[in-house]
Nanobody, 114 residues
Framework: QVQLVESGGGLVQAGGSLRLSCTASGRNISSTDMSWFRQAPGKTREFVAR??????????SYSDSVKGRFTISRDNAKNTVYLQMTSLKPEDTAAYYCNGAASWGQGTQVTVSS
């Protein structure tokens, strides 16, 4: 079973940037579909971004709320998936979770101040 550990969250002002990391252990995730989700207080967990590997090619997709501001990427040598977040807004405040291979990380908190 794969273990996922997120890091990189923190407090940032609106308009700022953060890069989240999700490092996997127990399994090579280079050919595994990986996603980021987030959950704000009092709300259900929602999809943010996905990296799918199809025929050796990476295909990415994003929710409408983050498209053009967030970028999902991988470093296979580090068995890590990233979420680069730019132009952050207060409504991006949430706990961010990495998901893949039927596993979830513990989450990392992102707080965007106005």
């Amino acid at each position: 079973q794969v273990q996922l550990v997120e890091s990189g969250g923190g407090l940032v002002q609106a308009g700022g940037s953060l890069r989240l990391s999700c490092t996997a252990s127990g399994r090579n995730i280079s050919s595994t579909d990986m996603s980021w989700f987030r959950q704000a207080p009092g709300k259900t967990r929602e999809f943010v971004a996905r990296s799918r590997i199809t025929w050796g090619l990476e295909l990415t997709s994003y929710s409408d709320s983050v498209k053009g501001r967030f970028t999902i990427s991988r470093d296979n040598a580090k068995n890590t998936v990233y979420l680069q977040m730019t132009s952050l807004k207060p409504e991006d405040t949430a706990a961010y979770y990495c998901n893949g291979a039927a596993s979830w990380g513990q989450g990392t908190q992102v707080t965007v101040s106005s």
